[in-house]
């Protein structure tokens, strides 16, 4: 067994059992530390293929931002729902059908395909930050893209405070 | 070396987990937790197929990036809309949010 | 030997490791993860000095003694404080959340830590070269944040979870900032690798090219830290102690040492960005005297950091915030894109592209000062139409 393989088992097992208890756990901050543990485990899984400066944004976005304001958001909104009853609803034995099924079907498909089974990686590329730097600022690459990304990053920001607003006194209802 | 159907089984099993949670989960934020384990396995997927299929484009990675930042905007207004509905309605429950069904 | 002696432990290690019969892949993963666990021992156990060297430098700025009872001149006063740490009880609240609240510390230890992995210390001294070096650094400090929020929330105590809300709400913001100068140095290295910007500097420091960018930096991160003047995460007298009241013994020790190692850290993160790392006069030969180099940078922004907080007063919440976001965030996406700017022209039209720089900076600070100025007459001059006496700082919307 090579340490790679190794690393890659370890990590792929903590992110799927940690995605695991994202949902099934009861008490919804420790289900948001699940997610945390699951980011990172993808993370890492980033590392492994080569795409450090992912791995770290990963990091950056998903655990610095998202996990907090997820964190934040149960936080605030506690008090709407104890911990303590039935966190899903009454068909959850049919969600749980439909994702074993689509495991299921996706498992088939990888398998049955033989360019997946493909082990050996293409060599691995030289300086892919740079290139990676260049591709989203060339016009020839992604830069519409990136902008567009861009332009809904600042809607979402403005969105948000606008939606998160404590409603004030001109509009109805002023609960504070 | 990591065969490359390991990578997607792997992103396959977090997806399904993702889907899971999405339709099982009374909790609204616990939904966007599940949205945001569905982004990831697709990044997984992005990802291993750039470093694994065409590592020459830039392609995978770049998308990776627009996933990350439409991750962001989702969880931002997401969590804005959830905070509003509970301040008016002090629920965060998702069948409990049924103004506008008939 | 003498020259490099980081180099020669090495190899004799591989050659020990190879003579046992591994193989060179398994003989270089286990010598990393040696080199990671001596790494975080010596740093560890160097924060005893640390503490001790900060209550000294601070006894002295307050015109007192500090500790000088255990050892010569106190030095193992910390020692001593660490082995009653250690023989007393780790209290677990009622209620609190076992597993998070014992995981916290951990964290927020690990998260300053880590940022030694990437910091070269002296040529071919380094954990591990990231090619992402800088952004690195940017992701570990936001573990150190979960930690703290983890603390706040699992100690079940309202103080704790105010504290933690504060010091979120502080960490997250001075990112932005901290963030956008970091750029500065990637920019003017063209690499984000920690190694490639002490390359870069081998002709000059960056302080000389980017004296905003170094200055915004210090001040972000000294919030980041979360020690004086922006300490309100465990402002005593306003919520007791902040997100860490409920821990006790080595639980809260790791708070502690956690943060006494960041202003630390700190220090070698500003040195190796913007100070050359170990770079001086026969550093390249000697790679023993580039790490004297580096530590002495090193301690050198250390002890600023420790003069500012015996020096300034805590700032109020919404002037903290406020500093952030009107006057750090502007200030910092200004300098970038002035850099970037500048730096591109002077490139193009073959100008001195570090005297260019420096007077772009100093354009830069007359019109922050200027602007600065302007703001405080206009905040003075609505004060007194409002018939409030004159303050100069900006007073909150809705003061009650």
């Known amino acids: 067994m090579e340490p790679l393989k190794l690393i890659f088992l370890l990590a792929g097992a903590v992110t799927l059992l940690s995605a695991l208890m994202v949902v099934t756990t009861r008490k919804l901050v420790h289900a948001a530390l699940w997610l945390v543990l699951t980011l990172a485990g993808v993370s890492v899984l980033f590392v492994l293929l080569n795409a450090a400066f992912l791995a770290i944004v990963q990091v950056v976005i998903y655990i610095g931002a998202i996990a907090i304001l997820i964190i934040f958001a149960v936080m605030l909104t506690r008090g709407s729902m104890d911990d303590t009853g039935p966190q899903t609803n009454r068909r959850w034995w049919l969600a749980g059908l439909i994702a074993v099924g689509l495991f299921a079907g996706i498992l088939l498909l990888v398998v049955s395909e033989p360019a997946a089974s493909a082990g050996v990686p293409a060599e691995a590329p030289g300086d892919s930050l740079r290139q990676l730097g260049l591709a989203l600022v060339s016009v020839d690459g992604y830069v519409l893209p990136f902008e567009l990304a861009s332009v809904l990053l600042l809607a979402a920001l403005i969105g948000a405070i606008f939606v998160a607003r404590p409603p004030d006194a001109a509009s109805e209802g002023g609960e504070e | 070396m990591i ?53 020459a484009q830039i392609a995978g990675q770049a998308f990776a990036i627009m996933v990350f930042a439409v991750a962001a905007s989702e969880a931002a207004v997401g969590l804005a809309l ?12 998702a069948e409990e949010i049924d103004l506008l069904k008939w | 030997m003498i020259a490099d002696p980081f180099a020669w432990v090495y190899a004799q290690l591989t050659r020990l490791l190879l003579s046992l019969g591994m193989t060179a892949v398994w003989a270089q993963t286990t010598l990393r993860f040696v080199g990671a666990a001596v790494l975080a021992t010596v740093l560890l156990v160097s924060t005893f000095f640390l503490i001790w060297g900060e209550r000294k430098l601070l006894a002295r700025f307050q ?19 660490f082995v009653k740490l250690i023989g007393k009880e780790i209290i677990i609240p009622t209620h609190a959340d076992k597993v998070v609240y014992l995981l916290a510390p ?26 992402v070096g800088v952004l690195y650094i940017v992701a570990i400090g936001a573990i150190g944040t979960l930690g703290i ?19 979120v709400a502080q960490l997250v913001s001075y990112e932005v900032p901290m963030v956008l100068v970091l750029l500065v140095p990637v920019i003017l290295a063209s690499s984000m690798s920690l190694v490639g910007i002490v390359d870069a500097q081998a002709g000059m420091w960056f302080i000389v090219m980017a004296p905003v960018a170094a200055l915004v930096f210090l001040v972000t991160s000294i919030a980041e830290n979360g020690r004086a003047p922006f300490d309100l995460l465990e402002a005593e007298s306003e919520i007791v102690a902040g997100f860490n009241i409920e821990y006790s013994a080595l639980a809260f020790g790791m708070f502690f040492v956690a943060e006494f190692l960041h202003s630390f850290t700190i220090g070698a993160v500003v040195a190796t960005l913007f100070l050359g790392g170990w770079r001086g006069p026969g550093a390249e030969a000697y790679p023993l005297l580039g790490f004297v180099y580096f530590l002495l940078k090193t301690l050198a922004i250390w002890f600023l950091i420790v003069w500012i907080r015996a020096t300034l007063p805590r700032v109020r919440i919404d002037q903290m915030l406020g500093f952030n976001w009107k006057f750090l965030t502007p200030v910092a ?25 420096i007077l772009a900076n100093a354009a830069a600070v007359t019109v922050i ?20 006496p004159a303050a100069v700082e900006a007073r909150p919307a809705a003061a009650h």
């Open chain 2, 3 to 55: 065969p490359l159907s390991w990578y997607l089984a792997l992103a396959g099993g977090l997806f399904c987990l993702g889907v899971y949670g999405v339709l099982a989960r009374r909790n609204a934020v616990a939904i966007l937790m599940g949205i945001e384990l569905m982004l990831n396995a697709v990044n997984i997927n992005l990802v291993a197929f750039w470093r694994y299929v065409t590592p």
């Open chain 3, 149 to 167: 929020m983890m603390a706040g929330w699992s100690s079940n105590n309202k103080y704790a979870l105010i504290g933690a809300f504060r010091s």
């Open chain 3, 333 to 357: 996406l200004g300098i970038l894109m002035l850099t970037a700017l500048v730096d591109k022209m002077s490139a193009a039209a073959g100008w001195n592209r570090a005297l260019v720089l």
């Open chain 2, 82 to 93: 959830i905070i509003s509905v509970y301040r008016r309605r002090t629920t965060v429950v």
């Open chain 3, 63 to 81: 015109d007192r003694l500090g500790p000088n009872r255990v050892g010569p001149w106190g030095v193992f006063q910390t020692v001593a404080d």
């Open chain 3, 369 to 388: 000062l200027l602007s600065v100025r302007a703001y405080a007459r206009f905040q003075r001059r609505t004060d007194q139409a409002k018939g409030l």
């Open chain 3, 106 to 131: 951990l964290l927020v230890v690990l998260s300053v830590v880590g940022i030694w992995a990437v910091i070269p210390m002296a040529p071919g001294v380094v954990g591990t070269d990231l090619e």
